[in-house]
């Protein structure tokens, strides 16, 4: 069945809207782009009753933190490879499939139906996230390595995560190996300026400057990638807080879909109304105990499986379903896509 020409029109023009109330100007997302191939090719996905798979797409999303995966943690930001394994495995079991930071900032969220999306983000680029063997593939060590083991094992469990490096990242000194593996196989490079700057205690220009600074390095390694995120450093925004989502210095011009704060709590859907791309919160990795654990993922896991009203895809990425009634109000830009049941 292919969609009608009205349908298709408010698919673009709610797409549109959205994409303008992210970035300021129209953005293409998937649930357009999804939409057009449907009418293109003549037949649309099969329809499946969002009522069968419990679907909210007004759900939250949590968007999990990591730094060093190493055997012997020093601070509540560690986790060791098993942890980090264990983790993975509980995601891929309980129907949750990685999705980007930019997917989730603009909204580009086409994920099976009755599965959750969940962001994997890694801030700081250190080796223990991400390092080439010999052979140029990722060692098996390493949370990237761990990640793609694990996707073997769970075949719906996409491969994916959201990298936001500083300068010379994972010791490669131009990022050239490094940064040029991931972004050819699918991982999202977002900033995290150069030099980890406090853009709470910088100037303008000193902000302007390390944010843009490491954009011009990461496209000087991966010609043409456009860096769309950006993770603040501490989680502190600038005393100008738009200057995370856009500025210039030295001609390099920077703009964000989404800014990410260090957070302690799942993000909102991106089609509520209470969804701020330029404050996406994120949740530290922990286990259940130790300080602060009831902000950590264990915690926040254990909460969204036992009814903690969590993203449900419906499979369709040309509607937002949710239940009618939901506490959670959709944003004007998304409404004429809703499909309340």
Request: with cysteine; net charge positive.
């Amino acid at each position: 069945m292919t969609m009608g020409l009205k349908k298709i029109t408010a698919v673009v023009a709610a797409v549109a809207l959205a994409g303008a109330a992210c970035s300021g100007g129209p953005q293409t997302t998937a649930k357009e782009a999804a939409a057009r191939g449907q009418a293109a090719a003549g037949a649309a996905r099969p329809q499946i009753d969002p009522a069968t798979v419990r679907a909210n797409e007004l759900g939250l999303v949590p968007v999990l933190m990591y730094h060093q995966i190493v055997p012997k943690p020093t601070t509540v930001y560690d986790r060791t490879p098993a942890d980090f394994r264990a983790e993975l495995e509980r995601l891929a079991k309980e129907g949750y499939v990685p999705i980007t930071a930019a997917e989730l900032a603009s909204g580009r969220i086409d994920i099976p139906a009755g599965r959750h999306p969940v962001v994997l983000t890694f801030d700081d680029s250190t080796i223990s996230q991400f390092a080439l063997g010999p052979d140029g593939r990722p060692k098996p060590d390493t949370a990237i390595g761990i990640l793609l083991e694990v996707s073997r094992r769970h075949p719906g469990f996409r491969p994916v995560a959201t990298l936001f490096v500083n300068g010379a990242p994972f010791n490669d000194a131009d990022g050239r190996r490094t940064l040029g593996w991931l972004h050819r196989n699918g991982f999202e490079i977002g900033n995290h300026t150069l030099t980890h700057l406090n853009l709470g205690s910088a100037s303008a220009a000193q902000v302007q400057r390390d944010i843009a600074a490491n954009q011009k390095a990461i496209t000087e390694a991966v010609p043409g990638l456009t860096v769309q995120t950006l993770a603040l450093p501490f989680g502190i925004h600038p005393r100008r807080p738009e200057l995370a989502r856009r500025g210039e210095h030295g001609g390099i011009r920077y703009e964000h879909r989404g800014v990410f704060l260090v957070g302690s709590n799942p993000s909102p859907s991106p089609y509520a109304a209470d969804f701020d791309p330029l404050n996406i919160p994120r949740i530290r990795s922990q286990g259940p105990r130790g300080e602060d654990a009831e902000f950590a993922s264990t915690r926040w896991l254990d909460k969204l499986a036992a009814g903690g009203d969590r993203y449900t895809s419906d499979g369709d990425p040309s509607v937002i379903s949710y239940p009618r009634g939901s506490s959670v109000q959709i944003a004007p830009a998304w409404r004429k896509m809703a499909r309340p049941y």
